[in-house]
């Protein structure tokens, strides 16, 4: 089961709806999800000492 936000919902029904306006933003849509899972990384590492052992609190 995959829990999605409403609003979601509608945003993909109507790139489904217009193919050829979706279509150009596959790529910068793939841009921001790789630089959001970058920025995720860097938050987690920071998160973590030196040695590797997470930081207590």
Avoid: I, K, Y
Avoid at 41 to 47: F, H, N
Wanted: glycine share 12%; net charge positive; no cysteine.
């Amino acid at each position: 089961m995959v829990a999605l936000p409403r609003w979601r919902g509608g945003l993909v029904r109507r790139f489904d709806a217009f193919p050829r306006t979706a279509m150009p933003l596959a790529g910068t849509m793939l841009a921001l999800g790789r630089a959001g899972q970058r920025r995720q990384a860097r938050r987690l590492a920071a998160r973590h000492t030196p040695t590797g052992s997470p930081v207590d609190g």
